[in-house]
């Protein structure tokens, strides 16, 4: 644990950090579209006007996927740095599972990918902001995905309930943690993939964490990761946060 002094100074450079995230967004933004006019503008010029047309519009594209990279790992920065207040309404876990799995379907029938997904029998109630939360299963869904490095990909969603708790779990038959990077993985800015942000894991601890949810990994390396994200109920939640809820929230029904 850092001691307060070091702690503020941490908590200063974070603020720092978020406010030059911010103050680069603007021209980021019009790079970006400057990026996509250009291209549109190269790709519709005639044949003949300029021979290296071909050269002009290769540099265009790559520009293009840098800025639109830079763009997606500025945003998910900001979003860790400055979390969103939390939405908090009742929703059934299996529910919100199943919407994100639908999300994913066609990338992953597209990839080959066998999704085995086995919910609870009953609906497990929880406390949560719905988007938030899909947020965190995409990052994990999307990691399992980026592991995949056999023939038979194979990819495992489970709900249930353990210890009292409802659960999630997304288990992957990929490339697995080596064990020495395994205390590394929920760094800010921690990656080992090329196009990789290292942001996907500190924004799902920190959701969860809000949810007063805890996450735990089971890596073996060569042949997968299984990541469980265990919940509050309804009910534990009210009484680990007192007073943050209004006493009625909107129902699943009514969604
Ligand atoms: N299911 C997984 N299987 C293997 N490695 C994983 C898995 N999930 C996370 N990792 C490792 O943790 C790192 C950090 O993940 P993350 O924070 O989502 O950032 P990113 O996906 O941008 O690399 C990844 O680069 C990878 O090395
Ligand atoms: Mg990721």
Redesign the pocket.
């Known amino acids: 644990m850092p001691d307060t002094k070091t702690g503020k100074k941490i908590a200063d450079l974070g603020a720092v950090a978020a406010g030059l995230a911010h103050e680069i967004r603007n021209p980021l933004n019009s790079l970006f579209i400057n990026s996509q006019l250009l291209e549109e503008m190269l790709s519709e010029l005639p044949e003949g006007v300029a021979p290296q047309k071909e050269e002009m519009l290769t540099l265009a594209r790559a520009n293009l996927k840098v800025t639109r990279r830079l763009n997606e790992s500025l945003s998910a920065f900001l979003r860790f740095a400055r979390p969103p207040a939390m939405d908090l309404a009742l929703v059934d876990l299996n529910r919100v599972v199943a919407e994100t799995l639908r999300f994913l379907d066609v990338d992953f029938s597209y990839h080959g990918i066998d999704l085995r997904a086995r919910y609870h029998a009953s609906s497990l109630p929880l406390l949560a902001d719905e988007k938030q939360l899909k947020q965190a299963l995409l990052?994990l869904l999307?990691?399992?995905e980026?592991?995949l490095d056999k023939e038979e990909k194979v990819i495992r969603v489970t709900t249930g309930v353990r210890d009292g708790r409802p659960f999630v779990r997304i288990q992957?038959n990929?490339?697995?943690?080596p064990r020495a990077?395994r205390r590394h993985?929920f760094r800010l800015f921690?990656?080992?993939?090329r196009e990789?942000?290292?942001?996907?894991?500190?924004i799902v601890r920190q959701i969860i964490h809000q949810h007063g949810g805890t996450i735990s990994l089971r890596?073996r390396e060569g042949a997968g990761?299984t990541?469980t994200v265990a919940l509050p109920f309804e009910a534990q939640f009210r009484a680990m946060f007192p007073g943050r809820l209004p006493l009625a929230l909107p129902a699943e029904a009514g969604r």
Request: glycine share 18%.
């Open positions: 990052n999307l990691n399992a980026e592991a992957d990929g490339r697995g943690i990077d993985i921690y990656t080992t993939r990789g942000s290292g942001l996907g894991l500190p890596s990761t990541v």
